[in-house]
């Protein structure tokens, strides 16, 4: 595809449900990251990954949230036993130079 | 932590008008600083970027003014048009880190 494809677009959930979040990136790029925005903030670095690298976890707000890249492409981020303050927009960026992130659409999760 | 603030929250401009917009960042290990414009439902699009060996960057209506000293810059749109109304967030990032830092955004309305 041109872009990052990120789905679903939309997710809502109950309480105490898991949800997975899915991230296609640009083909080629070796970088992925994930990024939350809740309402009306910027965006929360979440997770990175580098090729084969290990991934930088270090953004991870709890152990409830984890990810993986398989074959070096897709993404899923999962949410286990979801709480309502995980509400937020959760984008997805892919990048082949060092500096430039191209983001996705994002994944708008709503925890009711 | 924040490690990039951004001012103002809220822009309001007429048409035609120079609106600016400024962050401050607190990490001198920071070497890249982007500027993303983001419409709603849309994930942000990187709209310039500057490093710190350089004290301006202009590229089109769009110039980043950059001060290593005072750990400030910012973004002025010239000419500022309706389309240009959205949400502008800041953005720092470190060498190998690349992981972006996010400002809280600043919404955007240039008036026709």
């Known amino acids: 595809g041109a872009g990052v494809s990120q789905s679903p677009s939309n997710k809502v959930t109950e309480k105490g449900k898991d949800v997975e979040l899915r991230c296609d990136p640009i083909?080629?790029?070796?970088?992925l990251y994930w990024y939350r925005q809740s309402l009306g903030q910027g965006l929360e670095f979440l997770i990175y990954?580098?090729?084969?690298?290990?991934?930088?976890k270090s953004g991870l707000p709890s152990d409830r949230f984890s990810a993986e890249r398989t074959g070096g492409s897709v993404s899923t981020l999962t949410i286990q036993r979801t709480q309502q303050e995980d509400s937020a927009v959760y984008l997805c960026?892919?990048?082949?130079?060092?500096?430039?992130?191209?983001f996705g659409a994002g994944t708008r999760l709503s925890v009711l | 932590q924040q490690q990039v603030k951004q001012s103002p929250q809220s822009l309001i401009v007429q048409k035609g008008g120079i609106p600016i917009i400024n962050c401050a960042y607190e990490n001198t290990a920071f070497d890249y600083f982007p500027w993303y414009q983001q419409f709603p439902g849309k994930g942000p699009a990187l709209l310039i970027a500057i490093r710190p060996d350089v004290s301006e960057k202009k590229e089109g209506r769009f110039t980043i003014s950059f001060n290593k000293s005072a750990k400030q810059f910012s973004l002025h749109i010239m000419d500022s048009q309706p389309g240009d109304s959205a949400t502008y967030f800041c953005?720092?990032?470190?060498?190998?880190?690349?992981?972006?830092?996010f400002g809280s955004g600043t919404q955007l309305t240039v008036l026709p």
């Open positions: 953005a720092a990032s470190r060498g190998s880190a690349r992981q972006l830092t």
């Open positions: 960026a892919s990048s082949f130079s060092v500096y430039i992130q191209y």
């Open positions: 990954f580098q090729g084969n690298s290990a991934p930088d």
């Open positions: 083909s080629g790029h070796t970088a």
